[in-house]
């Protein structure tokens, strides 16, 4: 877990491209998500722990699989935003050829 700086979206942005708005707020969730679960299952953030593959709770075995599934998400949910949000190399002012 490696959360990116808090980035939301300004008033212009969202006008936009709406979905920016929630996008950041699930990604400010999954990563508070995260946190819970690896405070409250701190063997889920060992994947060399033997505790981890042994016979885990219920909670544990659904955390882990939250904590599995994160990642793909986050990756797609920044992917998303990138393709949406305009390119930031492109030059706002059309009379500037470079």
Do not use: G, K, W
Not at 3 to 15: D, G, K, W
Not at 52 to 59: E, G, V
Not at 69 to 75: H, K
């Amino acid at each position: 877990m490696s959360p990116a700086p808090p980035r939301f979206p300004t008033p212009p942005e969202i006008a936009d491209v709406p979905e920016l708005a929630i996008l950041a707020a699930l990604e400010d969730l999954l990563d508070l998500t995260l946190r819970a679960l690896l405070a409250a299952h701190p063997q889920l953030s060992d994947s060399e722990c033997s505790d981890r593959l042994r016979d885990p709770s219920p909670a544990q075995a659904a955390a882990d699989r939250i904590v599995t599934a994160a990642n793909p998400l986050a990756r797609a949910l920044d992917a998303y935003r990138r393709a949406v949000t305009p390119s930031r190399r492109q030059n706002p002012d059309p009379h500037i050829p470079f």
